[in-house]
């Protein structure tokens, strides 16, 4: 597509950056007017992601590998950046990785953010980032062929699954401490639960030393599926499932990828409806997570009335979409269902109901007064470590940052209206938390600002034509903060590559140091104000670094602990 | 606490009789779907259309039978289905208690009768399939009956069309032939 060199945004920042490093960038590419690609030289690749990032306000949202030896000869790893300065666009970094030495710069020396894509990369297409300091498998299972890298083109049916290679786990986890310290390892392998993650605490008495943790234990091979079998459409319905709670900003980010790639105009009307549907969604994933911070703070009432209070916005959804989740709402170019006068009608009732629900119970929980104990100053996240890592969301605004994708990037219907970022600067579970109470406010105001204003006319646009090789970013604000899609076209009906990144990918480099510091009763709701999918994490093992003993305990053992502060299963 | 204890006696009972009583569910609620054989012409648009593979059709050319199934057990409720049938014959309902005994219990099959080729004698398509583009084609030409040319064009299989389509082709070059020697 032909970007109208005045209509773009972010060229100035790529003539500063011609400015600093004139030969690194090889070629220039605009998929949307505030999406470009840069080719760049491998051996300039660090300074610019570094220059990019640090100079220019720019966060790493994902990396992508793509293995491209049947299009250009080469495989290529993406640095998505998303710019939030005073031009905010979307700055990806492209480097291609010769198909003979397979090997790039690594990146992670220095800018942190990138070390879960540059492992993930390693993972899934076996190229070697020279210099990565943690090589140690991230997605991958112990018991994995050293040399089958599932994405490549050429390695596998998306069906297969290879003969273990190893009987016992070999992954080193990390520990930082200085002194002596007991391990207690969380988790995982309940292989009934969808979302098992493997957390090892190492502990000095009940005080936390370092953590680290372990997920990607039910990898379920969407992208692999996605690019094997399915078609453009069908990829819709399977975004809709990457999480249970906040699947239809999935299944926006996907379609906005495809539409941003193939330049296709969706109805006014249809963007409007995808962000009123997303903020009911944002709404029930907001009051779980108040329920949930009562929950681990034993305050279990709270808990109740909660989850009482957001059955009012499952219900929403379900007359709005036809289900309480997995909403089927989304075709690329546009939406399946309206909303029609009568539905309108009820909505408005229901978020005036629920304004006047939350805003009770949001008053009751920072009243208790042992609430503020447990999450005041309890889970810092420093300034300084956020703005290293790219943390997304709420978990990122709780720590001074304000950034929200619904603000700096406009996407669906959030250009009709106003949009407010929230942020906090107790760096907190605390500061989490009353930004996400704040947000259910704003996502009520948003439905009806919405409402008023959405345009009438068509909801869906079948004007496009499916070209091969076209690429470009999809990107939504989940409650859990960015997700981010990006997406290739391929010439067979079927994606040549999708990279679906979830916003908690984002969020897990952070955790330990979150946890540092703090009691092990304090770990469930510290994990908990990330709000992942964490309910399947159900152990938890704890390592004493001076007693040199280790117990594991079930993880209903370490939540009552937290509730209750009585009879430490550590003794 | 007396703010707590007030929402308490406020809100009353939250619980719902489910299921001793029947649950009530939106009107436009998205459950599952409903297959009427009778208007089924099985022409596998819903097998293409289904995300999850749930819809799946099988030829048996041996018996002369193509089977349409679904399994409830890979159904997504999207609805794609609904979508794409030309007769109406799948539909969602909202019916969404579909929790059954045995697994077998949430496959449900049809069984179509394929038509044979009039030249050849093999099956080729579901008869219902043909009658139903037969139906259109008169529609389009506002006839009341087909011609006979389409009525054996619809009964030949796109094998033997092809055939057919050479042999006339051969037969006219040999004719512009026998013309250009006179």
Redesign the interface.
């Known amino acids: 597509m032909d970007i109208l060199s005045q209509d773009r945004v972010g060229a100035s920042i790529l003539s500063a950056l011609r400015g600093v490093l004139p030969h690194a960038i090889l070629q220039e590419e605009w998929q949307t007017p505030r999406q470009v690609t840069i080719t760049v030289k491998p051996s300039a690749l660090q300074d610019v992601v570094k220059t990019l990032y640090y100079e220019h306000y720019g966060w790493v949202s994902v990396v992508v590998g793509n293995d491209e030896r049947s299009l250009t000869g080469v495989f290529a790893v993406y640095y998505v950046l998303s710019m939030e300065g005073p031009e905010k666009c979307h700055i990806v970094v492209r480097v291609e990785v010769p198909a003979d030495t397979q090997e790039f710069p690594s990146v992670t020396p220095v800018v942190p953010a990138c070390v879960w894509g540059e492992r993930e990369v390693r993972d899934m297409f076996g190229l070697k980032p020279v210099g990565l300091p943690d090589e140690r498998r991230l997605v991958l299972p112990d018991d994995w062929p050293d040399d089958l890298h599932p994405l490549r083109k050429d390695s596998m049916d998306y069906r297969m699954r290879p003969a273990p290679v190893a009987d016992n786990e070999t992954y080193p986890f990390i520990n930082e401490a200085k002194g002596e310290t007991t391990i207690v390892p969380v988790g995982p392998l309940h292989i009934t639960s969808d979302e098992p993650g493997h957390f090892r605490l190492f502990v000095d008495g009940e005080d936390i030393i370092d953590a680290d943790y372990r997920m990607f234990y039910v990898h379920r091979g969407m992208e692999k599926v996605a690019e094997s079998r ?1 078609g453009y ?6 975004a809709d ?1 990457v999480c249970g709670i906040c699947g239809y900003a999935h299944s926006v980010a996907y379609t906005t990828s495809i539409e941003n790639a193939l330049g296709i105009n969706v109805p006014a009307r249809a963007q409007a409806i995808r962000s009123i549907l997303l903020e009911t969604e944002r709404m029930h994933s907001h009051l779980l997570n108040l329920g949930l911070v009562c929950h681990y703070v034993g305050f279990d ?2 808990f109740q ?1 909660f989850f ?1 209070v957001r059955e009012k916005a499952m ?1 929403l959804a ?2 709005l ?3 309480r989740k ?1 909403y ?1 709402m989304n075709l690329i170019g546009g939406v ?2 309206d909303i029609l006068g009568e539905q309108a009608a009820e909505t408005r009732r229901v978020s005036a109901e629920l304004r006047v629900d939350t805003q ?2 949001v ?2 929980l920072l ?2 007064a042992n609430v503020g104990g447990r999450v005041n100053g309890v889970g810092l996240l420093d300034k300084q470590i956020a703005r290293d890592y790219s943390p997304v969301g709420p978990l990122v605004r709780g720590s001074g940052h304000a950034r929200d994708t619904r603000a700096d990037h406009a996407f669906a219907g959030y250009g009709l209206v106003k949009n407010t970022i929230r942020s906090h600067d107790g760096c907190d579970v605390l500061a989490r938390t009353l930004v996400r109470a704040e947000e259910v406010f704003d996502s009520l105001d948003l439905i009806d600002a919405l409402l008023d204003t959405a345009p009438g006319g068509a909801i869906l646009t079948e004007d496009f034509e499916y070209l091969p090789h076209k690429f470009a970013l999809g990107f939504t604000e989940a409650p859990r903060g960015e997700d981010i899609h990006w997406s290739m076209t391929g010439d067979n009906q079927k994606l040549y590559r999708w990279r679906c990144r979830a916003s908690t990918y984002n969020n897990w480099p952070v955790l330990r140091y979150m946890l540092r510091g703090n009691t092990v009763s304090d770990a469930p709701v510290i994990v908990g104000s990330l709000d992942p999918c964490y309910s399947c994490t159900d152990r938890v093992t704890f390592v004493d670094v001076r007693k040199q003993k280790s117990v594991t305990v079930p993880i209903e053992e370490v939540e009552r602990y937290g509730r209750e502060r009585k009879n430490s299963p550590l003794k | 606490m007396l703010k707590l204890l007030k929402e308490i006696f406020r809100t009353g009972e939250a619980t719902v009789k489910y299921p001793f009583a029947p649950l009530e569910v939106s009107k436009d609620f998205r459950g599952k779907p409903e297959h009427e054989a009778e208007k089924c012409i099985a022409c596998a648009a819903c097998t293409i259309a289904c995300p999850p593979n749930a819809i799946q059709m099988e030829t048996d050319i041996e018996a002369g039978t193509r089977t349409w199934s679904i399994n409830y057990g890979r159904c997504v409720f999207c609805g794609r289905c609904e979508e794409s049938c030309p007769t109406g014959a799948i539909y969602l309902t909202p019916d969404f208690e579909l929790a059954v005994g045995s697994k077998a219990d949430l496959m449900r099959r049809a069984v179509f009768t394929l038509a044979q080729c009039e030249v050849c004698g093999k099956p080729f398509a579901p008869a219902k399939e043909i009658a139903y583009a037969g139906a259109l084609l008169a529609q389009a030409s506002e006839a009341e009956e087909l011609t006979d040319r389409q009525r054996t064009l619809l009964a030949t299989c796109p094998e033997c069309k092809r055939r057919a389509d050479l042999q006339k082709l051969a037969d006219m070059a040999i004719a512009r032939q026998m013309e250009t020697r006179k």
Do not use: K, Y
């Open positions: 399915m459409n069908e990829v819709t319905f399977l499932r009432t709270g009335q009482r219900t379900e007359l979409t036809g289900s997995t089927a399946r269902r009770r119970l008053d009751i009243e208790t």
